[in-house]
């Protein structure tokens, strides 16, 4: 529906005029928010040379707001700051008002805060970085107690929470970490087909998957998914929490933290994550059987009988040792962050980014650590 | 201040808005005048939030008519929409300022978002609001989850204030506030409607706040509107629910109050 255009056109846009043989300054127009833009140029450009007396004829303002009241104060003290006087005329009683009311809150800027040397910001860096590694090894060591507590006094344990936790971070995951296995054992099979072939060596094809998949990848590969997954939710879900102080409110009812928040999901994780993990080893071998068959005719019943003899108990033992591991670094990593939320929306989104990269991190540094140690070892 | 030839800066009419099957609004109507402040008050759940999220066109009511500042709220396009919200301020119960922002970086974002003015002096213009609403200029650097609530709910008023709006929306201004802090907001916005001579409703159900600011309330029940005028002649009404209003313990001492201050 058309409409008819708002009458801008007949009315005054705001004016400032100077006129210095008079020694006249005449402010004309409607000083309001939308129209101050133009005028701080000829503020800014203002010459008072040469004269010490000025009159500031306000008779043709037909609109003034707080900004424009602002402004007119503003030029008005600047000019008494380089010594002019400046007699006001003709302005309306309710502008004067204003203008009054304007004067007396005119509130000084707070001084900026000392620029800080590139030394001091990396020094402050690393004792933030050193204070955050303390804050983490403490929340380590309150949730281990915890555990370890309720783990004596299994009634504690909130069975619900537990439940629930283990179905979103267990159950509700089985659909993208079954894909994403399935289609890591077919890469994994692919790649190897061509160079078996050329061997004529079929048959290790079941080799390759079997050990990679379960030794390595399937351990790694659904610990980084739920680090994605239930790590950016923990801390997401705590966070929010902090922010809408429920956090506190559980402290005043009288329940730990600790006890609803923490505990559930970390043994939840660390039941799920090793299930997880068979799940994944499982599908990936299916993946490989899969190309196994049409890409090197080498039958399932062919590549299952040669999985037994390749893989051993213990590759697969250690495969699944490793998630429990890798489950209560990404369940203790996502609280902490999420209990390190400061009060802000912005926070919250911060704080989920360095859980998920802090637990990724963390998970790949130690499955490195796990190859040393059972490189020593032999097994 | 009852001068019914002034302009209608508010219009609502035959209103009524259903959630489900729960009746909300059966046809509520009432009209602000340009220059008032006028009170929206009722129990919770009545619908008086709701009422404000129509008028400023975050819900739809599923019939009836709303005019604010002369535009039909309820079939304005978007370029219409922009230049109406650009006209309004509205206060949010919560505050809702910005958290990643400082106080001064909430204040200053609409003027920085609807304007071309310099940033220097939308700084200051900031620092005048922060200052009008009675917050110290320390406030100014400060992030919102380091306020008091009062200081909180007058940020967030700076903020409602920041475009030099004609008419102003409060959500429950005085809620959560002890009765100081409750007080000086009530004088914060007499002034305001005073020497801005800005058009304020306010959604409230603050009995002192009823009495000391608001030039009219209406009163919002059973999904009507039970009454509109002075709380004087609100007192007169009969029905059970404005008498409960008026009559209770705490109305009671509300009017007493207002009336001796008179």
Request: with cysteine; hydrophobic share 50%; glycine share 10%.
């Amino acid at each position: 529906m058309p409409r008819a255009a708002p009458p801008t056109d007949h009315i005054p846009r705001a004016q400032f005029e100077q006129d210095s043989a008079r020694g006249e300054l005449r402010c004309s127009g409607t000083w309001t928010l939308n129209h101050l833009a133009a005028l701080e140029p000829a503020l800014a450009r203002l010459d008072m040379s040469g004269r010490a007396g000025w009159v500031l004829d306000a008779g043709g303002l037909a609109a003034l707001d707080t900004a424009g009241a602002w402004l007119l104060h503003r030029t008005c003290e600047r000019l008494r700051q380089l010594g002019a006087t400046i007699e006001l005329r003709g302005l309306r009683a309710g502008h004067a008002a204003l203008l009054e009311m304007v004067a007396a809150q005119h509130a000084p800027a707070e001084p900026t805060p000392p620029h800080r040397s590139r030394l001091e910001r990396v020094g402050r860096v690393a004792v933030e970085g050193v204070a955050q590694l303390e804050l983490f090894l403490s929340f380590v060591g309150q949730s281990s107690v915890a555990l370890l507590h309720s783990l004596a006094h299994p009634r504690r344990i909130r069975g619900h929470e537990f439940l629930h936790e283990l179905q979103l971070a267990g159950f509700n995951a089985l659909p993208i970490t079954g894909l994403l296995s399935f289609l890591m054992g077919v890469v994994i099979a692919y790649q190897g087909a061509t160079q078996l072939a050329r061997y004529g060596a079929n048959i290790f094809i079941a080799d390759l998957v079997g050990l990679s998949m379960l030794r390595e990848l399937a351990p790694l590969m659904t610990a980084v998914i739920i680090a994605g997954r239930s790590g950016s939710a923990y801390t997401a879900q705590i966070g929010t929490m902090v922010v809408t102080e429920e956090v506190d409110a559980l402290r005043t009812i009288g329940i730990a933290p600790l006890d609803l928040l923490v505990l559930p999901k970390l043994l939840a994780l660390m039941i799920a994550l090793p299930l997880l993990t068979v799940y994944s080893d499982v599908m990936g071998v299916i993946g490989g059987m899969v190309i196994a068959k049409t890409h090197l005719a080498v039958n399932p019943a062919d590549f299952l009988d040669r999985f037994e003899k390749a893989v051993s108990l213990s590759s697969y033992m250690i495969g699944v040792g490793k998630a429990p591991v890798f489950a209560a670094l990404i369940a203790l990593i996502g609280c902490h962050q999420g209990f390190q939320v400061g009060g802000s929306a912005d926070d919250v989104g911060r704080q989920t980014t360095v859980s998920v990269v802090q637990s990724i991190f963390l998970v790949i540094v130690v499955d490195a650590l796990f190859s040393v140690v059972f490189s020593w070892l032999n097994i | 201040m009852s001068d019914a030839n002034r302009e209608t800066v508010i219009e609502v009419r035959d209103v009524c808005t259903r959630f489900g099957t729960a009746v909300v609004h059966d046809r509520v109507s009432f009209s602000v005048r340009r220059g008032e402040v006028f009170a929206v008050a009722g129990a919770s759940g009545c619908g008086k939030s709701t009422l404000l999220r129509e008028l400023i066109m975050l819900h739809q009511p599923d019939s009836g008519a709303l005019r604010v500042l002369g535009e039909d709220v309820l079939r304005l396009d978007e370029e219409g929409a922009e230049r109406l919200r650009r006209r309004w301020g509205v206060m949010f119960e919560r505050g809702a300022l910005f958290s990643a922002y400082t106080v001064l970086e909430n204040v200053g974002a609409p003027l920085h978002e609807h304007t071309r003015l310099s940033s220097e002096l939308i700084d200051e213009i900031a620092r005048l609001k922060i200052a009008l609403v009675g917050l110290p200029a320390s406030a100014a650097a400060k992030y919102p989850n380091e306020l008091s609530g009062g200081m909180r709910k007058r940020a967030a008023l700076a903020r409602t204030l920041a475009l030099d709006p004609e008419l102003v929306f409060l959500d429950e201004p005085s809620a959560g506030l002890d009765p100081l802090s409750a007080g000086g907001l009530d004088e914060l916005i007499r002034r305001l409607r005073d020497l801005l001579g800005l058009t304020m409703m306010v959604i409230s159900h603050d009995l002192d706040l009823l009495w000391r600011v608001a030039d009219r309330v209406a009163i919002l029940g059973e999904g009507r509107v039970l009454g509109v005028g002075t709380m004087e002649e609100l007192s007169h009404v009969d029905h059970p629910l404005v008498h409960e209003y008026f009559y209770g313990a705490r109305g009671r001492a509300a009017r007493e109050q207002a009336c001796s201050q008179k």
